[in-house]
């Protein structure tokens, strides 16, 4: 059987760019929108969505952890049906069981702390910068879908359940966001803290977002289709992913610091 050293692969995931950030929040979005297209648009409903949803997942991460390098095209469709995927979790949760928000959000936030503990243990770092073996690469895409779990839950409570709305809610994430940046760039903020940390919130912001760009007006929002809120973001997210394919922006480095 072949050793863990036998089996290092390149790295798996991107550098953490511009682009980077804004097609994670796009996918966040997507996430948020998809999710309600299928369920309700489409009159699929929540366990059926769930259900369908789960599958294409398990196929996308099943050619995901097939590579043997970061393939853009590949790793953001993963990450995508991740964000379905962890906003059908929460909304299953709240919707078909009655857990509260309140407790939701304190149950993905252990959940995701217990990965980070556990891939610490194991790998000794939580640096995206080494993600080059399967078992590591399992604990990133775990805890990927814990962000998003929680960033839904969080999102919608406190948009939601504490009456704040999708607006208020959204600069407020976005606020946090520009924080964590600040704190990076300017106080040295430990780089792996400040990267999963605005992971995190950038699933209540593109939730938020999206929620106030689909939302009927009397719930807050300006009442767009999310059929059309989530083909123009999906759109988006195809040229800049067909951009970095072409481009390598976001691997040159890592396959150059590899092959050093």
């Keep these: 059987m072949a050793s863990e050293i036998d089996r290092r692969l390149l790295n798996k995931v991107p550098l953490v760019t511009l682009f980077f950030w804004i097609i994670k929040i796009l996918a966040t979005t997507v996430g948020e929108t998809g999710a309600d297209f299928l369920n309700f648009n489409l009159g699929f409903g929540l366990t059926l969505t769930s259900l369908l949803a789960t599958v294409l997942l398990a196929v996308a991460l099943l050619i995901q952890f097939r590579q043997d390098r970061y393939v853009p095209v590949v790793y953001w469709i993963a990450v995508v049906f991740l964000s379905v995927v962890g906003t059908l979790i929460t909304d299953n949760l709240t919707d078909n069981l009655g857990v509260s928000l309140y407790l939701s959000t ?155």
């Design 106 to 260: 304190a149950i993905f936030a252990l959940a995701l702390a217990v990965t980070f503990i556990a891939w610490y243990r194991s790998e000794g770092t939580l640096s995206i910068h080494a993600v080059t073996t399967t078992r590591r690469e399992a604990f990133y895409w775990a805890a990927i879908l814990f962000t998003f779990a929680l960033g839904t839950a969080a999102g919608d409570l406190v948009s939601e359940q504490l009456g704040l709305g999708y607006a208020v809610s959204g600069l407020i994430f976005g606020g946090l966001i520009a924080l964590i940046t600040l704190g990076f760039y300017a106080f040295r903020l430990n780089a792996v803290l400040a990267f999963w940390s605005a992971y995190v919130l950038t699933r209540p912001l593109g939730a938020s977002v999206g929620d106030f760009l689909t939302q009927a007006h009397k719930d807050g929002g300006l009442g767009i289709s999310t059929t059309v809120v989530s083909a123009l973001f999906i759109t988006i997210i195809v040229v800049l992913v067909a951009y970095l394919t072409l481009s390598k922006v976001d691997r040159e480095e890592l396959e150059a610091a590899d092959a050093a």
